[in-house]
């Protein structure tokens, strides 16, 4: 690990904690509204964006699974202390929950990346990555229900739904509205960590990824604000478009590889069908 680095990782994550606890506390001029809402979503993609990219350059994938196991830890403790009445307390609380939810999701996921010997596979993992998300949120899978439960009035839906989704900024009085950065799903910071650290591991290209990235997530929270896109927006679609386009030219197979993966690909959808018709029975 390089202490420096990780230093400005931990610094990273620091910030985002003090941007998600008190920038929903300023009050932003409603005329100044688009723009500083839309300033909020790039700086709270690019932050989190960023320490996803840098977790599998500066930990070594055996620390990074010690040091996510103890943030998640930490972070189920919290559920076990009294909620605190002072707003402030609250705050505070509140941001280092999810300080340690965003660290244990990153750093675990970084960690799986050890499993992976060649380059190669990045394609496949990420596409399988992407058509599971892609099934999940909006073809039959576990958000689907989620979101069925929630219209039917369970509460514990009601509240997973309150909590996975990106949130538009509610106005506080007739000039003001409050402004918080977006929220990513912890499994799409899971897979992006551990996509990033398959590029860092096998000398891919980063920075465009990275940049690219960026682009990307941000421009799949502005779909996600349309008020004909269904519930949810699967985020790893376009981290993984990011991440595949600028390597496309360093993955080669031969057409025995080139056969095995398209069999493997029709068994996968297939699967997700029948999945999908199980569900449907529940």
């Known amino acids: 690990m390089e202490r420096r680095r990780v230093f400005f990782w931990l610094l990273g994550v620091v910030l985002w904690a003090l941007l998600r606890g008190l920038l929903p506390l300023l009050p932003a001029p409603l005329p100044l509204f688009p723009l500083v809402w839309f300033s909020a979503v790039v700086v709270g993609v690019a932050l989190v964006v960023w320490l996803a990219f840098e977790v599998g350059r500066i930990v070594e994938a055996k620390w990074t699974g010690i040091c996510g196991s103890i943030a998640v830890i930490a972070r189920i403790g919290l559920v076990f202390m009294p909620f605190p009445k002072n707003l402030a307390t609250q705050v505070a609380v509140g941001a280092i929950a999810d300080s340690l939810i965003l660290a244990g999701a990153l750093l675990l996921g970084s960690s799986i990346s ?11 993992i990420a596409i399988v990555l992407t058509v599971v998300d892609i099934w999940t949120v909006w073809l039959g899978g576990f958000v ?36 918080g950065i977006p929220v990513i799903g912890i499994g799409d910071l899971f897979f992006a960590a551990f996509l990033f650290a398959l590029l860092w591991k096998f000398g891919l290209n980063t920075r465009s990824a990275f940049v690219l990235s960026v682009v990307f997530v941000t421009v799949g929270l502005m779909i996600a604000q349309l008020p004909f896109i269904p519930f949810g927006v699967p985020g790893l679609p376009f981290i993984a478009l990011a991440i595949l386009l600028p390597n496309l030219k360093s993955f080669q197979y031969t057409p025995e590889e080139k056969k095995a993966l398209l069999i493997g690909a029709i068994f996968l959808v297939g699967l997700l069908a029948l999945f999908s018709l199980m569900v449907r029975q529940l």
């Open 114 to 124: 050890g499993l992976i010997r060649h380059a190669n596979l990045l394609p496949p």
């Open 144 to 179: 689907v229900r989620i979101q069925q439960k929630a219209q039917e009035g369970v509460v514990i839906a009601q509240r997973v739904i309150e909590a996975a989704t990106v949130r538009i900024p509610t106005v506080a009085t007739a000039q003001y509205a409050r402004v």
